[in-house]
């Protein structure tokens, strides 16, 4: 039987905590050894893994603790790519992150020894529960900057740059499975950018087409996902982008609905509709039978405590269009998709995290 996507579930990252900041302060100023750092962030994940597993989460996280970013930690240790300073950060709403990304320099492999694996291992090894991991969805390589990410020497045919990726991919999957993962989360921001006229128009300034683009993307997963394991959940996770409580892109997943539900070999989909942007509950009437929906319905971005019975309306409203026996609650995105965190408090998340266990023991038992 797979496990998850569970009625009460959670995207993945978390606030990091007090002593987990200082220790990582303390590393970047040469105050404090690796090694060091490495068992705060030990003792800091057993701590937050009891803290989900009080409150009733069946599904649990490291928290990224081991993260600065939600994807680049994990992209720029694959074979062939590199993290490095670009001088600028990516732009959100009235504010920039840090000036880092990666690029291609090489031809893209899995390694055997990627961190990310020994990270899993170290979380499944702390709980009896659902241990799910998330790592970066392929189409994240080249989103962001697109053919200038990627070398023209080591690729002048873009056609082999996505078969090696969707081959690195199908690797990682594999590695995950075979180190014990049985949940596994592709977090791809594409999906909803791909809604957004902005988001359209930078592509298309930049010498991309959109809708070959988006069809693109969706090719590599399918290289990525081919003869997955049968009893491993996969999931995608998408929103319109989470810094520190801004966001980059707007707009309903109409556009792209169709293709995400059904060409798409994935269990489930956590998605965002936390608010307007995110428009309404329709695309869901394109779900089909055997696929899950997580209602990203509790924002991560400010601690305001969302009112019970709004939640259950909104729950109802979108079992118009999917049955409700298909759909979940989480909240729209992780708390700290880098490291600087969301602006609110640790209490606050928590809160969160326990109405939506609460409200989900209401609505499905």
């Known amino acids: 039987m797979k496990a ?44 937050l893994i009891k803290k989900q597993e009080a409150i009733g989460l069946q599904s649990i996280t490291d928290g990224e603790y081991r993260r600065t970013w939600w994807h680049y930690d994990f992209l720029g240790l694959l074979t062939g790519a590199e993290r490095y300073n670009t001088g600028h950060g990516i732009q959100f ?72 990726l969707g081959h690195a991919y199908n690797k990682a999957i594999k590695a995950f499975y075979a180190a014990g993962c049985r949940y596994l989360q592709l977090d ?49 996770h998408t929103c319109r982008g989470n810094f520190r409580s801004t966001f980059v892109a707007s707009g309903g997943y109409e556009p792209v609905s169709d293709m995400v539900f059904n060409h798409i070999d994935v269990d489930g989909y956590f998605m965002e509709w936390d608010d307007e942007r995110s428009g309404g509950f329709e ?8 696929k899950k929906v997580v209602l990203g319905l509790v924002t991560t971005k400010v601690g305001d405590l969302e009112r019970r019975d709004a939640i259950l309306r909104r729950i109802e409203a979108a079992a118009k269009f999917a049955p409700l026996d298909q759909l979940c609650l989480s909240p729209q ?33």
């Open 333 to 365: 995105c992780g708390f700290a998709s880098t490291e600087e965190g969301n602006a609110l408090g640790d209490s606050e998340q928590w809160k969160k995290l326990e109405l939506i266990v609460s409200v989900a023991k209401e609505v499905w038992g």
């Open 188 to 236: 791809d921001t594409s999906l909803a950018y791909f809604c957004d006229p902005t988001q359209i128009k930078m592509l298309a300034d930049r010498g991309d087409d959109p809708k070959q683009l988006v069809n693109q993307y969706r090719d590599v997963l399918a290289i990525a996902l081919k003869d997955r394991p049968k009893d491993m959940t996969i999931t995608t």
């Open 93 to 164: 709403k009235g504010v920039q992150t840090k000036a880092e990304a990666v690029r291609v320099i090489g031809k893209l492999d899995f390694p055997e020894n990627h961190p990310h694996l020994a990270h899993f291992k170290f979380l499944a090894a702390n709980t009896k529960r659902t241990a799910k991991m998330t790592i970066p969805s392929p189409s994240m390589m080249h989103y962001r900057a697109g053919r200038a990410g990627i070398s023209a020497e080591v690729y002048p045919d873009m056609a082999a740059y996505y078969h090696d």
């Open 283 to 290: 695309p869901l009437r394109f779900l089909p039978k055997g």
């Open 4 to 47: 998850g996507p569970f009625r009460a579930d959670q995207v993945g990252s978390l606030l990091r905590s007090k002593p987990l900041k200082d220790a990582r302060e303390a590393h970047e100023k040469g105050t404090l050894s690796a090694v060091k750092l490495a068992e705060v962030e030990d003792t800091e994940i057993k701590a």
